[in-house]
């Protein structure tokens, strides 16, 4: 699977701008602020449906105009698949493929699966449990359309019982037959989720692990473990027991929402006791483990974007980098970077035929 032809209109910093891709490498060089993140978020957005640097999807149109239009051709089992994104203002996002409008977002998560490296990926380390489930919800919804419309069906029942517990609270009422009905829809969306995020670890780990130590090269023993109060107890009776809390806060304290991957490097946390060098291999590793395990349930190769690497990364680290995607595993590949010479010396090592696009 690969991306020929990118469109974008009225996108970020670009009012009108085409491109046509090589099939395996394609570069982005220029100065910073040029927009070559911008394309590389583009090109997810097509993918994922949604920026990935900016959630809020008004902010994605260009300033001055009033809608952004992202088009992109690819070619993916010797057929053509023409996606198309576009947004207006005070209008809801539309998503077309081969001219058909989804009817569901949902619907377009894993028709191209792609994986992105970049700075922000700090986060994962640095920020709330939420940008961890976020990665690990991402990854098998890719995967497995059944698990992302649970993952929906379980926010939604969620909302409407943090919505009857602030109605109680106001009213100074409570009605324990409406709340059982929400308990027992979260227990059952509950349980399926933790049943597939606790399968999902126990195949990406090992390959986590190898990838930590291909790139390193060392023996120190990483690990990720999956923080869950359903390993102690059942959905249901988690529930049960914390009624009296949920209702003080009027909020649903427990669940799968509140659940957390552990990073871990020599037994203790990588946020706290990893160096930076040692933080960055482990969110590379993370993210090779991704592309690996997404292709081999896919049975597709993920588009790589590299975001911005060359210039966070020592040279170890790129060479590694370098190595494992001069592998015939890996498909087409887009790189961000500020130099031209420098970005051109590395892809030449590759082997692979590539174009340099100059912002």
Do not use: W
Not at 7 to 18: G, V
Not at 161 to 168: G, S, V, W
């Amino acid at each position: 699977m690969f991306l020929k032809n990118l469109s974008l209109l009225n996108y970020k910093n670009f009012e009108s701008k085409d491109f046509s891709f090589d099939s395996k490498i394609n570069c982005f060089v220029g100065d910073n602020g040029m927009g070559k993140t911008n394309i590389l978020d583009a090109i997810y957005h097509l993918s994922f449906g949604k920026s990935y640097f900016n959630p809020i999807a008004s902010q994605n149109i260009k300033h001055g105009t009033d809608f952004f239009v992202v088009e992109g051709l690819f070619e993916k089992d010797n057929r053509e698949e023409k996606i198309v994104c576009s947004l207006k203002k005070s209008n809801k996002k539309i998503i077309k493929r081969n001219g058909k409008a989804y009817d569901r977002f949902a619907d377009h998560i894993g028709l191209l699966p792609l994986v992105i490296i970049s700075p922000a990926d700090r986060d994962l380390i640095s920020e709330g449990s939420d940008v961890r489930r976020k990665f690990m919800d991402g990854v098998i919804s890719q995967s497995d359309k059944s698990y992302l419309q649970t993952l929906i069906n379980y926010n939604k029942v969620l909302s409407q019982r943090n919505a009857l517990l602030k109605y109680f609270a106001a009213n100074h009422t409570f009605d324990q037959g409406t709340l059982s009905i929400y308990n027992e829809q979260l227990h059952t969306y509950g349980t399926e989720i933790f049943t597939k995020r606790s399968s999902f670890l126990e195949q990406f780990i090992p390959i986590f692990k190898n990838q930590y130590k291909a790139i390193t090269g060392n023996t120190e023993e990483v690990h990720l473990s999956y923080d869950s109060k359903l390993n102690q107890m059942d959905m249901a009776t988690l529930l049960e027991k914390n009624i009296d809390r949920d209702r003080a806060l009027q909020y649903t304290s427990v669940g799968i929402h509140k659940d957390d991957l552990s990073f871990s490097i020599t037994e203790y946390p990588i946020k706290k006791f990893g160096s930076q060098g040692q933080q960055k291999s482990f969110l590379i590793a993370l993210k090779f483990a991704q592309f690996q395990f997404m292709q081999e349930l896919s049975k597709t190769t993920p588009i790589l974007l590299l975001d911005d690497i060359f210039d966070k990364l020592d040279e170890h680290r790129v060479a590694h980098i370098i190595t494992l995607v001069n592998n015939e595993n890996f498909g087409q590949i887009f790189v961000s970077d500020t130099h031209a010479d420098r970005t051109e010396n590395v892809v030449k090592k590759i082997h692979q035929t590539y174009k340099i696009f100059k912002l």
